[in-house]
Structures are given as structure tokens and as C-alpha cells.
């Protein structure tokens, strides 16, 4: 084979402390080496240019390139060397800046390490083979997950496009979080007037196919073609019957079902719609209060419908939706401030949550948009807020900042003044985060025209007794510990991924963090893709932030998506697992071990067990290579000897000196 | 309350004075965001020159004279509510003893009162073997020269104070030990 | 009942301010079948000021005790005060690594092998004993009885060093409480800090903290506040009038031990629970609480 080198300086990245001109005169002395070059910068458009005239004029079959971590241009050399019409597997690279430059800063040892790593690339990919990628069909529907306002921005793009959306909601409507509040910062928009349009639009869209209180079951498959089970929970109603009059509420007997919508301020009916502008606006039955589902009594609800959609023996169904790209918008769920034992723990009845606020605010809420405290009834006369509960706080494992809360607290201390001009209004802050446009001024307003007031310090304590509740902070730019007398604490707590994005990860194998948002492929660039392709996310899913962000990310989303499904076939990754038959014995470790179902025990010719992979499931992680007891089973690419000529010539120097 | 204002050069402080803190106290000062909650919720900081959360921001800047001379850490009663809410999981009352022993060790005294109480404390130990109420009380007044602060209490206390001290047969031993601490200024 | 024994550790407060409390302990695990040995020799664990003035001078005076109890053979220690505990716990501590048995070798000739366990003794009674097993004992229900429980800011903190029940809302007690036939209502400030040592030094962080945790306990209509440390039944007793006159007010609120409450119930005699010594009479509230107090020995009378 003619192998050409080429070792990058990256500038003084790598130049700094490996002397690259002595690497590659080092490597025109390895095995099959023809060509060696050192690079100003090898993946700029002149650095590669110089590889592809070399592979023109050189004759070269093969290609080492001396640089950075195959993560950061692996992809890019490969092509490179395709236009030079080489195959793009017959390259390696030699990571000489994250595994040399940037971790030691001896020259001489660093080029001799160096000139090592290549001569490893060089063994390696002597032993290369061309490897030719088959291409496969790509579906093209697209799947969302999450009814919020970042799944309906995205299913709508999608759908809009042109491409048949699937949307699955968990909830019994969608609408999210934004459906349930009273007003947007910094405009003070009217949420249910926002989203309300686009909840129609995403119902009455030809191209979009709403479950709605479902749930992903199962997924199998991969990029271009996912097949995916979707559970649809019995709502114990026809829906396709169902008009949402309403007539079964009013008749419901039994109002002992928590009103999840309301935030538990209240109860509702067994039998209920959630909210007035729901979508699908449809009655469901909660089967731990209904009557009849618990004790076989009642029944009122199923006389009184008009077209008899009530069903008490409908049960869960499972539909098989195939699509070809999956968008996750699975939004988030908030903190549990009971965790906060010194905030009362949950037990005073006028220390409530920022959503429990919303909801009072609202006017379709349970005081039809009075702001009266839950233990009386009364109007405060002074409101508190407590900020950062749940948020920034390592002791309850939330270290990070909600992003959304000064914001929010801000617009509802303004909404108080609107509802109870002579109220008086305290915010307890730490810092006031107001990056986005026109936060900033929409903070000044809520000081200088509502006077509102801000007081800088963390809340310690706070107790209600004979209905007052006192609360205990700190005013650090007075250097005092305060104390105010409130009739009612909104408590801002933060966010955190919705219940059971872990488990709906492991579903579709995607990672997440520590906290259980889901992980995007890069932070900066990258902020909609996931390591697992056709997989993307938008909204607070991943990382918790406001309405614009989310309804910009339900758009990326939607984008990455079109771009993968604009296509009509994929390439395969040919770096995939293959069966040598004659060597494999049968056992069947290696389909036991598989993460990706991808190996399938079937019989030869001769009725003998084999292993056989699918090529279109394998992802190449090697795993069944380590399990197989004979080592049978190899992966192309990265071959037991491919990878073992690399390690040897790594050894080499050792062997030789004992 | 007394809000004073300064005007300080920074990078002039002793980050040494710093490392010497968090070594001693097993707490690390840049941990500390000065969100408050600490101050918010201490019992003494009303009596004080400065709020907990103040001297930690000084730790912080390595300002050692401003530390070591103030009131607040001969005030702290280790309540540990500062520690138990703290977010960024400082135990600050283990913060505020060091500089107190620290203080004491180095000779600043901000808070004349509590340290003779404290230093009558451990000479009753010293001499007794146990705490003697009445004497402590009686050095006490000697030293600060305030002798009658606690005589309304008088009639009620002196039912169960003894006039003699209840020495243990361990004195000795005891007084062995103390004398030994209050000798070196060595380190822990 | 299979008695359980243990050496008993009074502290110093307990031999002067707070006698009743040790008598009042020493009479409710009597009753209990909980054996209590006093350490020979004891000596002050430093507390506080030994601690300010070297964390191992503390540790090395507790040490001392430790090593008694060893020597007594006893398999744990137990005291009634707070502070103490945390003293023989934190010495407990340097005893089970090199560099403090090292640094306490230096002040403490003979040191202990290690570490001991230690309780307080309401853990004792609560955990031990059981609250099944008091409140089968229970001779008079304590009807009438508004109890505000206030443990202090040492007996819970820190959670891993105390090892007994919560930080910031503990339960023990209320529960005892409740075993007993008392009210107990909910009480924001039952581990707010009295003030600590501070009454003689620094009078008015004791006179403010004590006026707000008594001022809270009348808001929340308690007549009574039961407390288990002797620092902070000083400081709201002894010192209630001064917390009152800072208030401009009268609080005339009993302060009880725990051990006092529980030994009411249990029957035993008002002298004997050391009641008569309290600078806030209690008197009145036992007697409209209670029956009038009855000879413990009728047994006749534990049929109720």
C-alpha cells in the first residue's frame, strides 16, 4: 500500500511542545509509507487541498492525518479523501493534541509519543479494508413527543412542510405548562390567547395524527425507521363520541379527583374535561374516585350523555406508529418545595407554589382570577415571593438556575399590583436574571412604575400562625437579617425534567445528565441533535428555559428533522459487526450481550446454530466482539487485528529492548 | 444597626489568612455565593457588628485584622441553623469557631464580656474538675467589673447553686489537661 | 422487663441550675426499668468554651469520661444534656482516627480504646424504651396539658454527628408528648436557638431569642413549654421575667423537663420530679392538669 502522512501543527496547539516536522520525517520511515508532511492547519481548505493533491500526485491508497481527536474532523478528512477518490475508510488518524500537545508540555517526549501514535495509525490501517455503505429507505413521518409549546411548534413546522406528524401527549390535552398560565413576560400576552391558536391549528391539521393521553410503550428500529408502540390510556369515554358539553360533569357526584390542572388548589369531578380550552376538549374518568370503577355504584355521568360516549369497560390501547425521525419536547415538571421543611414543608395553607399563583391569577382558574388566599378566602394585602426555591441550592441537588423564575415572579408581582393596586409586593432574590430581550426593561418596570420591592437576600425560614405568615431573609446590601409579616408567600420554585424522562431515554437510547435532561450532541453548536440519530429534542427537555427559547428550539427541532427526512434514502454506518460462520460455535453470547438487538441465532446450511447480524440494527459498539468466546465475530473497521497491529506497534520499542 | 461604608483595595488582602481558614475549618470560603440564608436565620446577628455573611465575604477578600477583630464571631452560638439551610452545604458555624479559636490563640479580643466568660468557664474546669456556677459567675464579675447584672436572679437560683464547688476526684487529672491546651499555641 | 443498663453521664449543669432535670431523670428510668450508673469521678465535658478555646481540649476532657465508661464496662453512655452529648460524641469521633487519638494523646494521659456509643436520654426513652411501652405505663393521662415542644439547636445538629431524629423539624418528642395524653400543637420554633451561654456575657441575645421562642408558644396556645436541655430551660425559666419585661408583657408559662412531664404521667411525685424548684411557678398548671398527686405504690390505680 502507498501511505501518505500528514502531521498538523493546528497553529501552536500541537507545535508547541511536538516538533512535527521531526514526526513526519520519523514516519517516512515506517512500513508503507511514501509521503510525510507536516501541516500549518491540515482541516483547512489548504491543508486539505494538500492531502488530496498528494493522494492525486503521490498515487496514494491510504492516508494518516496527525491532528486532533477524530471527534472534531474525522468526518471531515474522510470526505476530503473521498473527493480524492480514495475510499474514506482507508484513513486513520493519530490524535497527537488532546492524547499529546494539551496534556504534557515535554518536546522530546512528546514527539517521540507522537511519532509512536502514528506509527500505530500507519499499522492499523495497513490491515484497512474499503468499506462501502448500503443505503436504506427513509420513512417519512415524523414522531413528537410532548404536547407543549415546543412539541407544537415543531409538529406544526413539520406538518406544514409537508410531512405526516404523529404527536403524543401524555396529558389528556395538550398546551404544556403555557396552557395553565395567566400571562407571558415581558409582554404580558394573554397565554391561553398564544397558544390557544396553535393548539387549534395542531387539531384541525390534516397532517398531524394527536394522541393525546398517551404514553411511548415501547421503540424499536432506528434512523429512518423507528417503529414505536404508543400506549393510549382509557380515558373510560368514546372520544370519537365525545362533544365536550359538559352535561357529565355537572351530573358527577363524586368530586374527590385531584385537579392536577388547577395545581391542587382544588378538586374536581370523577368525570372531567380538564380546562375550558382544552385540545382535545374530551372527558375523561379518574378511575381511583369513579363510583362506579371502584365500587360499582353510580353511573350518572354514562346516563346523562347525550351520545352515549361513556364506557366504563374501554381499556388501554396499543397502536404501532412507524416514523422516520423522533422529536422529544417532554418539557419539565417543578421542584417539590415540601422538600424545604424550614418553608413549612407543604403544611401552611397561604404558602403556595408560583403555579398555584398562576392559577389564581387566571380567570378561568378555581377564584375565576380573584387573588384570595386558600385558607380564607380573603384578599392579601401583602404578597411575598420567595425566590430560588429548588434552584441554585446544592443542598437539595439543584445546582443550577431555572432561568425562567426571576421573570416569571417579576410579571406575577405585576399582576398583583393589576389585581390589588394598594398591595404591597416583596421579591427575595439572590440576583435577577433578565437576559432575554426587553427582560431587563420589564424588571426596571416592575420596580419603577409598579414599585415593586426587591429585597437582596435568601429566605431562612418562614411560619404562618393565627394566618399570618412571617417571613425570615436577609437584606445582604443592608447587612441585616429582615423580617415581613406576609398574608400570602408565592414561593418561585425552579424546574426540573418531566417524571419519567429517565425511563423514556433508555427507551429511545438517548443520554441524559445528572439531573435527567436529555443530552444534546453539543452544547454550543449542536443544541437540537442527540448521539443517536433521528433522535432531537427541543424545549425544556432539554435544559430548562423560557417560551422563546422553547418555541425557537420546537423550530430547530423540526428543521434537523426535515433535513434527515428530505432525503429518500440513508447511508448505513458500515463500521458494522459481521459473522466469520465457519468459526462461530453456536453459543449465542454475543446476540445475549447485543444492547441493540442486532444478532440473530439462525441455521446454516448444514442446520448448525449460527450468529448472524442485522446490519441495519448494529451501531457498531464492539460489544459482541469482546463477548464471543472464539472471537467469531468481528467488527469491520476495528478487527481484533487491526486494533492488535496498532497496540504492537505501540509495543514495539519495548519488545525490542527485552 | 451600623451600616459603614469603606473604600477598599482589593488584591491587598492575605489569601494566605484564606487558606489558613479553610484548612483549620475543613470549609472552603469560594464555595460561599452570598446568597444570605445564613444571615437570614442566625439568632445573634442582630447583636453584632457585622452579619455572618459578611465576615465570610471578608475570609473571602483575606481581610484577617477585619475578621479576627470583630464581635460577630465571639457571638456566634453555634446554633448551626447557618450550616443546616446552607445551599452551597458550608458548615459555617465550624467556619465561625475556627476564627474564633483562631482569635482567641492570636490574642484578638473584640468582645471583652463573652471571652472572660468563657476564659472564667474553663478555669472553673480547670479547678474543679467541674463547673462551679457560682464561682464562674463571681469571676465573671470580678473581671468585667459587673457586679450586679445577675442579681435579680439571685433569689431564684440560689436555691440550686451551691456555695462550694463539687469537686470531682478527677480534678487532677483534669487540671493537667487544661493547663497543657491553654499552654501551647500549638495547632490542631 | 429485661432492665437496660447504662452509665450515666449528669453533666455540670445538672449538679447546680438544672437539678431538677437530673432528678427528674434519674426518677422516670427508675420507673422504666433503664439503669442508670453514674460514672465515678465525672468530670465537665468543656462544652462550648473549651471548645473555642481548642476543639481538642473539649475532646480530650470528654476523652476522660470515655474512658471511664470503658472502664465501667458499660456498653454505652447516656446524659440529659445536650451539649454533653455532642461533646462525647465529637470526642467519640477523635477516638476512632490516628491523627485525633494523636492530637488528644497529647493532653490525656490515659486514653480510651475508642469510641463509646452515647444517647440523650429522651432517644433513650423514645427509641429504647419505646413509646408503645411508656404509653402503656401512662397512670395520668395528661388531658389538659398544651404542650409546645422545644428541643433546642444541639440535640438534632449536625444530623450525622447527632444521629438522632431531624434538623429542622423533629418529631421525638412531640410524639412522647402525644404517648402521654398531651397536646401538642404545631410550634415553628422548636429548634430555634434560646440564646445559649450568652445570659451572663451578653445578656440580650438571651432576653430576644427566649422572648420570641415563649412569645410563640402563647401564640400557639400553648400553656406549658417542654423542653430537654438545661441551658434552655435556664434561659426560658430563670430568665422569663427579663425576656417579658424586653416585651413589655407577663408570660407566667411553666417551663418543664421532658423527664418531668413523663414522670407526672407515669405517676411519680411532684418533689421528686424536683417541680418545686422552677423560678416560674408550676404548680398551678399541674394541679389543673392533673389529679392531685397520688402515692405511687397504690396499684390499684394503674387499672385506668
Same mark, same amino acid.
Given at each position: 500500500m502507498r501511505?501518505?502522512v ?35 492547519y ?21 492516508v ?8 472534531m ?42 511519532a ?40 406544526l ?87 365536550g358539553?359538559?352535561l ?23 368525570i ?88 389564581l ?34 443542598s ?36 435577577v436574571?433578565a ?59 425552579g ?13 429511545l ?5 445528572a ?11 449542536r443544541p ?12 425544556a ?62 441455521e ?6 449460527k ?22 465475530i ?17 509495543c ?7 | ?11 491587598e ?15 472552603n ?21 457585622l ?47 475556627t476564627?474564633?479559636?483562631m !482569635?482567641? @490563640? ?6 471583652? %464580656?463573652v471571652?472572660v466568660? #468563657? =476564659? /472564667? ?32 436572679? !439571685?433569689? @431564684? ?6 456555695? %462550694?464547688?463539687?469537686?470531682? #476526684? =478527677? /480534678? ?17 | ?15 447546680g441550675t ?44 470528654t ?38 487519638r ?45 404542650a ?26 412531640d ?47 400553648a ?24 416585651l ?6 411553666p417551663?418543664?423537663?421532658?423527664t ?27 394541679d ?17
Open positions: 501511505i501518505g500528514f502531521v498538523c501543527l493546528c497553529g501552536s496547539n500541537i507545535a508547541a511542545t511536538v516538533d512535527v516536522d521531526r514526526v513526519a520525517e520519523i514516519a517516512k520511515g515506517f512500513p508503507d509509507v511514501v509521503f510525510a508532511k507536516s501541516e500549518m491540515a482541516c483547512s481548505e489548504p491543508g486539505q487541498m494538500a492531502i488530496r493533491d498528494a493522494i492525486t500526485n503521490m498515487g496514494l491508497e491510504g494518516v492525518v496527525a491532528s486532533c481527536s477524530p471527534r474532523h474525522e468526518v471531515t478528512f474522510r470526505r476530503a479523501v473521498e473527493r480524492a477518490g480514495i475510499n474514506r475508510y482507508m484513513f486513520e488518524m493519530a490524535n497527537i493534541r488532546e492524547h499529546v500537545s494539551w496534556i504534557s508540555k515535554g518536546v522530546e517526549q512528546n514527539t517521540r509519543k507522537a509512536d501514535l502514528v506509527r500505530a495509525a500507519v499499522e492499523k490501517l495497513r490491515l484497512n479494508k474499503g468499506l462501502t455503505a448500503t443505503t436504506f429507505e427513509v420513512n417519512k413521518r415524523a414522531l413528537v413527543v410532548g404536547g407543549g409549546v415546543a412539541g407544537i411548534q415543531a409538529a413546522d413539520l406538518a406544514d412542510s409537508g410531512l405526516q406528524v404523529v404527536l403524543v401527549e401524555r396529558e389528556p390535552s395538550i398546551g404544556g405548562k403555557m396552557a395553565k398560565l395567566d400571562k407571558t413576560f415581558p409582554t404580558v400576552d394573554c397565554s391561553a390567547c398564544i397558544l390557544g391558536p396553535k393548539m387549534v391549528d395542531v387539531a384541525q391539521h390534516q397532517n398531524i395524527t394527536l394522541h393525546t393521553y398517551s404514553e411511548i410503550e415501547e421503540v424499536s428500529g432506528y434512523v429512518g425507521s423507528f417503529e414505536v408502540k404508543v400506549r393510549k390510556k382509557t380515558p373510560y369515554v368514546h372520544w370519537d363520541a365525545c362533544t358539553c359538559g357529565c360533569m355537572e351530573k358527577c357526584p363524586s368530586s374527590k379527583s385531584p385537579d392536577l390542572f388547577n395545581e391542587q388548589l382544588k378538586t374536581t369531578t370523577a372531567s374535561i380538564p380546562f375550558p380550552q382544552a385540545i382535545p376538549k374530551k372527558a375523561r374518568i379518574d378511575p381511583l374516585v369513579c363510583l362506579k370503577l371502584t365500587k360499582d355504584k353510580c353511573g350518572a355521568c354514562a346516563k346523562i350523555c347525550p351520545t352515549g360516549a361513556v364506557d366504563f369497560g374501554l381499556v388501554d390501547e396499543i397502536v404501532t406508529e412507524s416514523v422516520g425521525a423522533v422529536i422529544l419536547a417532554t418539557g419539565y415538571d417543578l421542584f417539590d418545595h415540601t422538600k424545604y421543611p424550614e418553608y413549612g414543608g407543604g403544611k401552611y395553607p397561604d404558602v403556595i407554589t408560583s403555579m398555584q399563583y398562576e392559577r391569577l387566571n380567570a378561568s382558574g378555581p377564584t375565576s382570577g380573584h387573588v384570595l388566599r386558600p385558607s380564607d378566602g380573603k384578599e392579601p394585602k401583602r404578597v411575598v415571593f420567595v425566590q430560588c426555591v429548588g434552584s441554585r441550592d446544592a437539595v441537588g439543584r445546582p443550577y438556575c431555572s432561568g425562567f423564575c426571576c421573570m416569571a415572579t417579576a410579571k406575577q408581582a405585576i399582576l398583583t399590583k393589576d389585581h390589588i393596586p394598594d398591595a404591597e409586593v416583596f421579591v427575595f432574590y439572590i440576583d436574571r437576559p432575554g430581550k426587553l427582560y431587563e426593561e420589564f424588571y426596571t418596570r416592575a420596580r419603577e412604575e409598579y414599585g415593586v420591592r426587591y429585597v437582596r437576600g435568601r429566605v431562612s425560614k418562614l411560619w404562618e400562625v393565627d394566618g399570618v405568615i412571617t417571613v425570615q431573609g436577609a437584606d445582604t446590601l443592608l447587612q441585616a437579617q429582615v423580617e415581613v409579616d406576609a398574608d400570602l408567600v408565592v414561593l418561585a420554585v424546574g426540573e425534567p418531566s417524571t419519567g424522562a429517565r425511563a423514556l431515554a433508555e427507551k437510547r438517548i443520554s441524559y445528565d439531573h435527567g435532561f436529555f443530552m444534546e450532541s453539543h452544547p454550543k453548536l437540537v441533535e442527540t448521539n443517536t440519530a433521528g433522535i432531537f429534542l427541543a424545549g427537555c432539554q435544559g430548562l428555559k423560557d417560551i422563546p427559547s422553547s418555541v425557537a428550539q420546537g423550530s430547530a427541532a423540526a428543521a434537523k428533522a426535515m433535513v434527515l427526512l428530505s432525503r429518500d434514502r440513508l447511508e448505513a454506518n458500515p463500521q458494522v459487526a459481521g459473522v466469520n460462520q465457519a468459526r462461530c460455535i453456536g453459543c449465542g453470547k454475543c446476540a445475549g450481550v447485543c444492547p441493540f438487538q442486532a444478532i440473530e441465532m439462525t446454516d446450511r448444514w442446520g448448525a446454530t450468529a448472524k447480524v442485522i446490519e441495519s440494527l448494529c451501531q457498531g459498539c464492539g460489544v459482541c466482539n469482546v463477548a464471543c468466546l472464539d472471537k467469531a468481528q467488527l469491520d473497521h476495528f478487527t481484533d487485528d487491526q486494533i492488535l497491529a496498532g497496540v504492537k506497534a505501540l514495539r520499542e519495548w519488545k525490542e529492548k527485552n | 444597626m451600623k451600616i459603614s461604608s469603606k473604600s477598599i483595595k482589593l488584591g488582602g492575605d489569601s494566605s489568612f484564606t487558606s489558613e481558614v479553610k484548612a483549620r475549618s475543613g470549609q470560603p469560594s464555595r460561599c455565593m452570598q446568597c444570605g440564608k445564613c444571615t437570614a436565620g442566625c439568632p445573634v446577628g442582630f447583636s453584632a457588628d452579619p455572618v455573611n459578611a465576615v465570610l465575604r471578608l475570609v473571602q477578600e483575606g481581610l484577617r485584622d477585619e475578621v479576627l477583630g470583630s464581635r460577630f464571631i465571639w457571638l456566634c452560638a453555634q446554633c448551626r441553623t447557618c450550616s443546616v439551610r446552607c445551599p452551597q452545604e458550608i458548615d459555617v458555624a465550624a467556619l465561625m469557631g476564627l474564633r479559636t !482569635a482567641w @490563640k492570636g490574642g484578638h479580643v473584640a468582645d471583652k %464580656r471571652k466568660f #468563657l =476564659g /472564667a468557664f474553663v478555669d472553673s474546669v480547670r479547678k474543679h474538675g467541674r463547673v462551679h456556677e457560682l464561682g464562674l459567675m463571681m469571676e465573671y464579675a470580678l473581671r468585667t467589673g459587673r457586679l450586679f447584672d445577675e442579681l435579680e436572679l !439571685a433569689p @431564684k437560683a440560689l436555691g440550686k447553686l451551691s456555695l %462550694r464547688p463539687h469537686a470531682s #476526684l =478527677g /480534678a487532677d487529672e483534669v487540671c493537667a489537661i487544661v493547663e497543657r491546651a491553654m499552654k501551647k499555641g500549638e495547632d490542631r | 422487663m429485661n432492665q437496660i443498663q447504662y452509665a450515666y453521664f449528669p453533666g455540670c449543669s445538672q449538679t438544672a437539678v431538677e432535670y437530673d432528678m427528674s431523670v434519674r426518677a422516670t428510668a427508675k420507673a422504666l426499668d433503664v439503669e442508670l450508673i453514674e460514672i465515678p469521678d465525672w468530670t465537665c465535658c468543656g462544652s462550648s468554651p473549651a471548645q473555642s478555646a481548642d476543639k481538642t481540649l473539649m475532646a480530650a476532657l476523652a476522660r469520661n470515655l474512658r471511664l465508661v470503658e472502664e465501667m464496662g458499660r456498653a454505652g453512655v447516656v446524659t440529659p444534656c445536650p451539649s454533653c452529648l455532642k461533646a462525647l460524641k465529637v470526642a467519640g469521633e477523635y477516638m476512632e482516627h490516628d491523627h485525633g494523636g492530637l488528644v494523646g497529647k493532653l490525656l494521659d490515659r486514653m480510651p480504646a475508642g469510641a463509646v456509643p452515647s444517647a440523650s436520654i429522651l432517644q433513650v426513652f423514645v427509641e429504647d424504651v419505646g413509646l408503645e411501652e411508656i404509653a402503656k405505663r401512662v397512670v395520668r393521662p395528661l388531658k389538659g396539658l398544651v409546645a415542644p422545644y428541643y433546642g439547636c444541639v440535640l438534632t445538629r449536625p444530623k450525622r454527628l447527632m444521629g438522632f431524629d431531624d434538623e429542622e423539624d423533629p418529631q421525638s418528642m410524639k412522647l408528648l402525644r404517648a402521654l395524653g398531651a397536646q401538642v400543637p404545631d410550634f415553628p420554633f422548636k429548634v430555634e436557638c434560646c440564646g445559649a451561654s450568652y445570659g451572663v456575657p451578653r445578656r440580650e441575645i438571651v432576653v430576644r431569642q427566649s422572648g420570641r421562642i415563649l412569645d410563640m408558644a402563647r401564640r400557639v396556645g400553656n406549658a413549654i417542654v423542653t430537654a436541655c438545661p441551658l434552655c430551660h435556664q434561659n426560658l425559666d430563670l430568665r422569663q421575667g427579663q425576656a417579658a419585661r424586653s413589655d408583657t407577663r408570660f407566667d408559662l417551663i418543664l423537663y421532658v418531668q412531664v413523663l414522670g407526672l404521667a407515669l405517676g411519680l411525685e411532684y418533689h421528686a420530679l424536683g417541680l418545686d424548684k422552677h423560678a416560674v411557678n408550676v404548680r398551678t398548671l399541674v389543673a392538669v392533673f389529679e392531685a398527686p397520688r402515692p405511687v405504690n397504690e396499684e390499684a390505680d394503674r387499672c385506668e
